[in-house]
């Protein structure tokens, strides 16, 4: 399958070529800090390949030191792009894609991690669009 993404000011652009073994929301304490979410949405794959159509420079890395945790965004706008770890190991924020998303999450992960707000969210009220 061929996918395609981009970061939200549209600098960086591309396209993936293959398949995801995972998907997982991880809920370690990194990945809360990188999205400043409950959880990250990763999908992971060892064998997709990616080409960047527009603005690979624009992309920065972060690792994190002394741990496996690395990120790529966008220089410009700050969005999760995907990046290729150690033992060529695709990982795509799934927010990141602008065709639909492959596959459903497969687990949630590092839920001991898990912050203390994020139980029982489907109880929460919910608006089509923005409060007003």
Known sequence: MKYYGSCLCGKVTFEMDGEFEHFFL???????????????????????????????????TYKLPDTRHQRSFCASCGSALPNVQPGDLLVVPAGCFDSDTPILPSAHIFVGSRANWDNSLEKVFSFEGGPE
Not at 28 to 49: E, I, M, P, Q, W
């Open 26 to 60: 991880c809920h370690c304490a990194y990945c809360r800090k990188d999205t400043g979410s409950a959880h990250a949405a990763n999908l992971f794959s060892r064998t997709a390949v990616i080409r960047w159509l527009t603005g690979e420079d624009q992309i920065s």
